[in-house]
């Protein structure tokens, strides 16, 4: 019904940039909160970004002045740029929305909360 497919991981080098993406598929009406999360091996999963359906964004300390977080409402997406990577942003970075409108059939409305897609893996070497 409602999918969060994430594309864009990989391994670069310390410095380096990556572009991550996170489409939503389905018959989707509306879109909430859009947000990154990051888990490394043998930590807990942590946020990283946030975005707004109005577009107000929020970022965890640790990558402030670095990622960038941003949204294409017409094409149901959110994007991370992450520049200057460094070895400590190693992590399987997951998309999450925290509610979702949809049609589950025609004329009818469903909704769902809390969606995550499955992940795509991101390493930085030194």
């Known amino acids: 019904q409602v999918q969060l497919v994430e594309s864009g991981g990989g391994s670069v080098q310390a410095g380096g940039s990556l572009r991550l993406s996170c489409a939503a598929s389905?018959?989707?009406?509306?879109?909430?909160?859009m947000a990154w999360y990051r888990q490394a091996p043998g930590k807990q999963r942590e946020l990283v970004a946030t975005?707004?359906?109005?577009?107000?964004?929020n970022y965890a300390d640790s990558v402030k002045g670095r990622f960038t977080i941003s949204r294409d409402n017409a094409k149901k997406s959110a994007y991370l740029q992450m520049n200057s990577l460094k070895p400590e942003d190693t992590a399987v970075y997951y998309c999450?929305?925290?509610?979702?409108?949809?049609?589950?059939?025609?004329?009818?409305?469903?909704?769902?909360?809390?969606?995550w897609g499955q992940g795509t893996q991101v390493t930085v070497s030194s």
């Open positions: 975005i707004t359906a109005g577009g107000n964004t």
């Open positions: 999450n929305v925290d509610w979702i409108l949809f049609r589950a059939q025609p004329q009818v409305p469903d909704q769902v909360y809390d969606v």
């Open positions: 389905g018959s989707i009406l509306n879109i909430n909160t």
